[in-house]
Each structure stands twice: as C-alpha cells, then as structure tokens.
C-alpha cells in the first residue's frame, strides 16, 4: 500500500512539475521545480561544513533559491547569521544600495522560524555608470537542535512575486532531520 502510494505521489509531482529533493545523509528534503537548474559543490559543502543546494531558473537566472543546512561544525550560529543579513553594516534598517524590514518571527511546520525580508542594489557591471536593479530577497531561518536551516529566495524586484508560489511549495514541503 504504501508503495502505490509513494507512486502515485510521484506522479501526482511530476505532473504539477515537481521532483523530490534529498540532500546528502537526509539533512533536508523538499520538493523542487523539475526544471529549474540544480547547483551544488560537495567538496565546498564538506570542508566548509554547510551543506546547499542551489536551484536556478531556467528562464532568469537571477531567480533562485536556496536551501542550506549549517552544521554546528560550520562555527555559524543562527542568531548571528539572523543579525548579520538583516540590517546595515551600521545597523540601521536602510541605506543607498540596502533596504531591510524588521524581522519576523513566524511558526514553520509547527517549528519557530525567523523571516527576513531585504533589497539589495545590484549591478550589471564594475562600471560605475552600469545598469542597476533591487534584488528582492526572502530569508527563512529555522533553528534546529544541532545546527539551522536557511531558505533564501532572490529575485529581481520586478518579477519577484511571478515565482514566490514555488518558494512557497517547498517551504510547505520542507523536512529537516534535526
């Protein structure tokens, strides 16, 4: 019963156009884009102990998100990574190439999380003169009892909400093994 079960599942999956994700020794797994781009380098993931996945749209690649796993042996710790990504340099919430709201604290599968929500002037190129766009980003931080967990969706501000449904999928299908 439960094999037909897990086959129909996966049917059910591809046809709405996603696939299963499992990260290396089951850290995470969450249902991702079937055709979206996966980008990964094992040998940084072990030496740096933080263990991602990246995965790309295939029509901007300035769209993405990403799913990482920090292990207590990475020497990050969630608080600090929350304080770090969530305001100025200076610690203010808004400067001329940055924009952060406060943080939230929210409730993830029954779990406490922290959401971030930012801006970040980018650029086309070194030149000064160079085009520049908002890259609107959404952090998810979620504490674990060894380690956290963050889930960053990027994208232009322009088009930022045309793919917040799949962040939304696999948030809702995200299973950590801590």
């Keep these: 019963m439960k094999s037909v079960l897990i086959f129909f599942s996966a049917i059910i999956l591809n046809s709405a156009g996603y ?4 990260m290396d020794n089951n850290l995470f797994r969450c249902i991702i884009p079937s055709d979206w781009k996966i980008e990964r380098d094992r040998e940084k993931d072990l030496k740096d102990k933080i263990y991602r996945v990246i995965i790309v749209n295939p029509i901007d690649w300035r769209n993405t998100i990403s799913i990482k796993y920090y292990s207590s042996q990475s020497g990050k710790k969630y608080d600090e990574f929350i304080e770090l990504n969530s305001k100025t340099a200076d610690g203010k919430l808004e400067g001329p ?3 952060y709201e406060k943080v939230k604290e929210i409730s993830l599968d029954g779990r406490k999380a922290f959401e971030i929500n ?3 002037k980018e650029f086309s ?3 000064s003169s160079s085009d520049s766009y908002w890259l609107k980003e959404k952090i998810i931080v979620i504490p674990a009892k060894v380690g956290f967990y963050v889930i960053t969706y990027s994208a232009e501000e322009k088009s930022f909400s045309k793919n917040q449904n799949v962040l939304e999928n696999i948030i809702k299908s995200f299973k950590s093994l801590y």
């Design 19 to 22: 696939k299963i994700y499992k």
């Design 118 to 120: 930012r801006k970040l």
């Design 97 to 99: 190439n940055e924009k």
């Design 125 to 127: 190129s070194i030149d």
